[in-house]
């Protein structure tokens, strides 16, 4: 290629010419299809005002989501339609093989009824908004304004159509072996549109259908709506799966998991894209989140409840955090929840009442509050009592940068408070402007039609709560007035004021509840005292606090737990010390048991031992044969040497008894064993390791085979050695199941025989070197493993041998004769 | 070979320190031996040809690390290490950082004898070279500044007729620089000379 001194574009790559250097294969295929994104007059050679131009015109180059330029953006897969192909086309023959295996096991057949009907409520369903998914990644597609992000947009659409389509799959396999039903469409979708669980989400969908504008259809799907139900159509579902004993449909669903961090990984990459293009897309981005998350989790949380009654399930409530701290977890990886991680820090940190930091009241009597989880209450006389307290409580959280919210009723006035506000703080008017402070009628809160909404409250407060993180405030202080309070509502009051107490201690909220003492009788303030944390009294110009034996309770509690503390760190310094030396002394001893049995070690330790007394004694005699050449050997000369000789080599052998006393150290102890016993206690030893691996173990143990005579330990190491080599033939195969079974019966010759396959690479052309002691494949083998396990079995009068399996991998088998005198 | 050359034989086998001792005087060498590389080091200034016959695995410095510390301070005492376990990269490492040969145990009498003598000739060849650069250095210092000028352009190939006209004197005058420089360095003809300065030029970084 020519070398260019004048930043001409070079004549080759004509599309690239502006980036001078050779564009990748991704590159090449993907970039620069989009010849209309922003074409003059119109994106396509009609009339400007057909409605397909003006549709792009207004939802594409129209968007809210904008950028100088989008032809940088990458896919960080950097997919083209070869390689996802490619891809793809390995999971599904792994899918496939999949399923076949479970078929010849007669999984379905085997399922139990209840979660058949569950499927039938959970999974089939699911293939209506999958579609949706699938329909809108599509239309993300094709309104996206470059082709990078067409066509990480259209891989996503294909994955959906994945999902789907093995949906319809299970279901007419489900069908088969239980009702029919199961596989029509029309009962599907019966569901879907029926069942109220699903309601939620099916609006949520359709809405999102028609959400036209590109930038605003791409956040709905990949900021909202996809992150949350792939954690639960994928993970949670899987999950549940497993915990009903249909390893099918998790192993299919974790097979998904992967195609949804690949979305995930580009939506990430579009996004600080988009944001580092023009920073103020990060703000119209969490708007749209705002205003579509709370629609989303809506239907989250019914589908979660749907979960939760299945059998075996989790918590609903530990389900719905889970799912919640993925998704905000991947806003975060986005950048798009900055904030909320610093509102969540601050959760954190007080996560007790009575916790760390105090917060003025604003209360002299009160004097320094402990904030965050503080719920308490104040009786009143006057309305001018009423005024002063809650006016100072306002102005401290005000000067802490706290959102106060004052809700205001009979016989105060909005405007009454606003004025006292306006008196009593300075630069009032800021606040209010900077929504840092709201007075609002009782009516607009705790009321809806003039009765009591406990729901409405509620979402009141999350709301506000909502706000901190996003307006950047420490935290709300809330602040009411029940006056408005009818007998009927007295008791749901009650019933809130509880339920604030239950949730109180996580968030970065207190609570000042403002109660008449005209209109409260004796029931009422007893009432009103056992809800809330503490209560105070104004009285005749004077403060009374009353502490509840909530609030004693709690001091009484830190006081103890401080003493106890002291204590236990005394205790636990010791245990400390205890503990350390005991280490020290394992490490100590694994050190030298190690250091003696791996085999690198073992050979220099051999090595070195013995050769310093070879070497002397090569030394010495030939230094003597040589004086001897030259007739210059002294006999006292000779008879020293021929000490040291002497002494070298009885050296040499103690070297070699130590060795050898240590391989015997541990006699075999010989017992009456049951080798299926054995098995089974290898597998559940090895079955975290099994399942790590997602190796299915299949059992064919023979029942009540006759007991053996053998050392259970060497026996159990055996077996696990011909596990675990196993396990490691099959890490490398992705494209098959990985089958491990374990055989046990009798052989022809009357001797129990114990035989483990495997559905891994196969015995190879190593098969005759596989029991040659340091001979091994893997990178970091000792080559003992296979040598040793024969020379047990052969101690135990048996054989073990090795021999291709029929279709992949191999099989290892060994015999074991029976005990005599054993019966069956 | 009855010259004051010494072999220093370090190892922390006490057996093998002995036996080496013993082999090693059979063909009449003399022998230090020491337990440690420390310990070498504090002793090792030998103003007599000598070599190292030194182990790998020490306790405390390693044999490595000693023959790094020699060259770090300059000493280039021949190393011939022995090992009870060597591997190709110990061994290369060594034999790149200049030893002269690396033996594994138990090795063979006369292999440790052909490489201890090996070591010697060059530690002599060394110091040999080292007496040489020495004396003509001392040489080269007592000529004069003049007569350092003129030899500079002999041996750059320049007629007498030449030196004399750039340095403004007399062709005679020349004459006299020079021979009497020729005699200073003991040097028999011009091919002498300038083989001699360009042994100082690349020994000793004079020019």
New interface residues.
């Given amino acids: 290629m020519r070398v260019v001194g004048g930043r001409e574009p070079a004549k080759t790559w004509s599309l690239f010419g502006d980036v001078h250097k050779k564009p990748s294969e991704y590159e090449v295929v993907t970039a620069k299809l989009h010849y209309h994104y922003r074409r003059q007059p119109a994106p396509f050679e009609l009339d400007p005002n057909t409605p397909i131009n003006t549709w792009y015109h207004r939802y594409r180059e129209g968007s809210a989501l904008q950028a100088d330029s989008w032809e940088d953006f990458r896919d960080p897969h950097q997919l083209t339609y070869r390689a996802y192909v490619e891809q793809q086309a390995a999971r599904e023959a792994y899918l496939d093989n999949l399923i076949d295996e479970f078929e010849r096991r007669n999984h379905d057949a085997n399922l139990q009824r209840e979660w058949v009907d569950e499927l039938d409520r959970l999974y089939l369903p699911t293939r209506f908004p999958l579609h949706a998914f699938q329909m809108t990644a599509l239309y993300v597609g094709q309104m996206a304004p470059c082709s990078f992000i067409t066509n990480a947009a259209y891989f996503q659409a294909a994955d959906e159509l994945r999902r789907i389509q093995r949906v319809a799959y299970r279901a007419k396999s489900l069908a088969l072996e239980h009702h029919p039903d199961l596989a029509s469409s029309s009962y599907t979708r019966r569901r879907w549109e029926e069942d109220a669980v699903w309601q939620p989400l099916r609006e949520t969908v359709e809405k999102m259908l028609i959400a036209y504008d590109w930038g605003e259809a791409f956040a709905v799907l990949n900021l909202v709506v996809k992150p949350i139900f792939d954690e639960i159509f994928n993970e949670q579902l899987a999950e549940l799966a497993r915990l009903n004993d249909d390893a099918l449909v998790a192993l299919i669903l974790d097979d998904f998991v992967l195609d949804s961090q690949r979305s995930h990984d580009w939506t990430v990459k579009l996004v600080q894209y988009a944001v580092e293009q023009r920073p103020a897309n990060a703000g119209l981005l969490r708007n749209w989140l705002d205003q579509w998350q709370p629609l989303a989790y809506q239907a989250m949380q019914r589908i979660v409840e749907l979960y939760g009654q299945a059998p075996c399930a989790r918590e609903p409530q530990a389900v719905l955090e889970r799912v919640w701290v993925a998704h905000h977890a991947f806003l975060d990886r986005c950048g798009l929840g900055a904030q909320l991680e610093q509102a969540n820090k601050v959760q954190d940190h007080e996560a007790t009442p009575m916790a760390t930091e105090m917060r003025k009241s604003g209360l002299d009597i009160i004097g320094d509050m402990a904030t965050w989880g503080t719920h308490f209450c104040l009786f009143y006389e006057t309305k001018e009592d009423r005024l002063d307290a809650l006016m100072s409580y306002c102005k401290a959280g005000l000067e802490k940068d706290e959102f106060c919210l004052w809700v205001v009723a009979e016989p105060l006035t909005v405007e009454e408070a606003t004025a006292a506000l306006k008196q009593a703080v300075p630069n009032f008017d800021s606040y209010v402007a900077d929504s840092r402070i709201e007075v609002i009628p009782a009516n607009d809160f705790f009321l809806q039609g003039g009765k009591f909404d406990r729901r409405r409250v509620t979402d009141g407060l999350f709301a506000k709560l909502a706000n901190v993180s996003r307006k950047g405030f420490t935290g709300v202080r809330l602040t009411g007035d029940t006056s408005w309070v009818t007998k009927n509502d007295w008791i749901p009051l009650c019933e809130l004021e509880e339920g604030i107490n239950e949730v109180i201690g996580n968030l970065p909220l207190a609570v000042l509840c403002a109660y008449s003492l005209a209109s409260c009788g004796p029931y009422e303030i007893l009432d009103a005292v056992r809800t809330h944390q503490f209560a105070l009294v104004r009285r005749q110009g004077k403060w009374i606090v009353i502490e509840t034996a909530g609030l004693k309770r709690a001091k009484a509690e830190i006081n103890r737990l401080n003493d106890e503390l002291e204590q236990r760190v005394v205790e636990r310094t010791s245990e400390l010390l205890k503990t350390s030396e005991a280490l020290r002394a394992t490490e100590a001893e694994l050190t030298r048991v190690s250091r003696l049995t791996t085999m690198g070690e073992l050979t220099a330790s051999i090595a070195h031992e013995v050769n310093q007394p070879l070497t002397a004694i090569t030394n010495n005699g030939s230094a003597c044969l040589r004086l001897h050449a030259n007739h210059n050997l002294d006999p006292e000369v000779l008879h020293r040497a021929l000490e040291e000789i002497v002494a070298d080599s009885t050296r040499a052998s103690a070297v070699i008894s130590r060795i050898r006393a240590f391989i015997k150290k541990t006699p075999a102890e010989k017992t009456l064993v049951n080798i299926n016993d054995v098995i089974q206690e290898v597998l559940t030893l090895a079955g975290l390791e099994l399942q790590k691996n997602k190796i299915l173990v299949e059992q064919q143990l023979t029942n009540s085979l006759p007991l053996v005579r053998g050392d259970r330990v060497q026996l159990q190491q055996v077996v696990l050695n011909l596990i675990m080599n196993g396990v490691e033939a099959m890490t490398a195969v992705t494209d098959r199941p990985r089958v491990l079974r374990m055989q046990s019966r009798m052989n022809e010759s009357g001797d129990v025989l114990v035989a483990i396959h495997d559905s891994g690479v196969g015995l190879g052309s190593e098969a005759d070197h596989l029991f040659t002691p340091f001979f091994t494949t893997k990178p970091h083998g000792m080559g003992m493993g296979l040598p040793i396990s024969r020379s047990v079995i052969e101690g135990h009068g048996g054989r073990l041998w090795a021999e291709p399996n029929i279709s992949n991998g191999a099989v290892f088998s060994f015999t074991l004769p029976v005990a005599n005198g054993s019966s069956s | 070979m009855t010259d004051t050359a010494v072999v220093f034989v370090v190892d922390d ?1 006490a ?2 320190r ?3 001792k ?2 090693i ?3 009449g060498l003399h022998v230090e031996t020491f337990d440690s590389a420390e310990a070498a080091l504090q002793k090792l200034t030998p103003d007599a040809p000598a070599c190292l016959v030194l182990d790998v ?1 020490l306790r405390g410095l390693s044999g490595l690390d000693l023959q790094a510390e020699l060259a770090a301070r300059n000493c280039q005492v021949p190393i011939v290490f ?1 090992t ?2 060597g591997d190709i990269p110990m061994s290369v490492r060594a034999m790149k950082a200049g030893a002269v040969e690396f033996l594994t ?6 292999d ?1 004898l052909d490489a201890v003598r090996v070591a010697l000739e060059r530690d002599r060849a060394r110091r040999q070279q080292e007496k040489e650069i020495t004396d003509l250095q001392q040489r080269f210092d007592s000529l004069t500044s003049r007569e350092r000028e003129v030899i500079s352009m002999v041996v750059a190939g320049k007629l007498n007729k030449q030196i004399a006209d750039q340095l403004g004197t007399a062709e005679n005058t020349i004459k006299v620089h020079r021979s009497r420089a020729m005699d200073k360095m003991h040097a028999q003809s011009v091919a002498d000379l300038v083989r001699m300065i360009e042994k100082l030029k690349s020994l000793s970084n004079v020019y």
């Fill in positions: 086998d057996s093998v002995s036996s080496l013993f082999l005087s059979t063909v695995r022995i009870g376990h145990k138990p090795f063979r009498d006369q440790l």
